[in-house]
């Protein structure tokens, strides 16, 4: 069984489009997350959320909008589809709120997104 | 907000070299994390470290908090760990703070 799943894994919409991407974790964490990584590889946070509330939002347009239905899922709903929003987005889980405890952080596949 | 180095950005070597790649950061930390993603896009996780030494298989991970300094290192290279390796650090937020990777290259 996978542990951090994310949907769809390829993308490809037009701009002005609203798109979704989704994420389950089965481990049982209590926090969960959102990156980007741009062309250039480099990754950084977008979104953090520990037991459905959220905890982090890193300087993200609000065009990005995170749910979080139950806290084993954390989904990311994008408007109105830019083409600087074309990236890789990893989806990560990990069991507790970060900097009291060390604990390992779980990455899913990665959604390619692309904006055309 | 912290800063965190990796050195060097591009590495190619022969089958069975020392591989060292570095990390520095600039504020204290909670844990350092070393990742790895292969060519197909997937992230996984090798190493998390507070303090001293992990070793796994033929890698090797250490770290001095005095120094804010942490080393990744593969004995006996193959070709098969090109990949790009990101250094990746946990402070007082809870997401993580990411190195620009190193790409690394083992050729036969």
């Known amino acids: 069984d996978t542990a951090v799943s994310q949907t769809p894994k390829y993308l490809v919409t037009q701009m002005g489009n609203d798109k979704s991407i989704k994420c389950e974790q089965n481990?049982?964490?209590?926090?969960m997350y959102w990156y980007k990584q741009d062309s250039k590889k480099f990754l950084k946070i977008m979104f953090s959320y520990n037991n459905k509330e959220l905890i982090i939002n890193e300087t993200v347009p609000n065009r990005f909008s995170p749910k979080s239905p139950d806290k084993a899922h954390l989904n990311l709903h994008i408007n109105s589809l830019e083409l600087g929003d074309s990236a890789v987005y990893f989806c990560?889980?990990?069991?507790?709120?970060?900097?009291?405890?060390?604990?390992?952080?779980?990455f899913g596949q990665g959604t390619r997104l692309t904006v055309v | 907000k912290n800063e965190v180095e990796q050195s060097p950005q591009n590495l190619t070597a022969q089958e069975g070299e020392f591989i060292t790649i570095n990390c520095s950061y600039s504020?204290?930390?909670?844990?350092l994390h070393w990742l790895q993603q292969h060519p197909g896009g997937g992230i996984v996780s090798l190493f998390m470290l507070s303090s001293g030494k992990k070793k796994h298989g033929r890698l090797i991970a250490t770290i001095n908090i005095q120094e804010k300094h942490s080393s990744l290192h593969i004995t006996a290279s193959h070709p098969r760990d090109s990949a790009v390796y990101i250094c990746?650090?946990?402070?007082?937020?809870?997401?993580?703070?990411f190195g620009k990777g190193t790409h690394l290259i083992i050729q036969p």
């Open positions: 481990l049982g964490h209590d926090t």
């Open positions: 990746a650090v946990r402070g007082g937020a809870d997401g993580l703070t």
């Open positions: 990560a889980s990990s069991p507790n709120r970060g900097h009291r405890l060390n604990t390992e952080a779980f």
């Open positions: 504020v204290g930390i909670s844990a």
